[in-house]
């Protein structure tokens, strides 16, 4: 759980295989698709700002996990 300016955030960040494409247009999301890992590694590192702030240190972790540390 991290502390947000309007209360707290739980984030619940999970692995998995997944098949299809995921949904284009939800309230959550913008823009949505697949990547490959060093396609993410290189925005984690060029373009943080990206990425809602909760999710980088779990997304570095995965990262890492992978041997694909930034």
Known sequence: ???MK???FIGFI???RAVGEPALATDETKDARWID???LRQIINDSPERFYTAF???LKKYLE???EAT
């Open 37 to 39: 890992v060093k396609d």
């Open 56 to 58: 980088l240190a779990p």
């Open 65 to 67: 996990l992978r041997g």
């Open 1 to 3: 759980m991290t502390q």
């Open 14 to 16: 999970f692995l998995c």
């Open 6 to 8: 309007n209360g707290p």
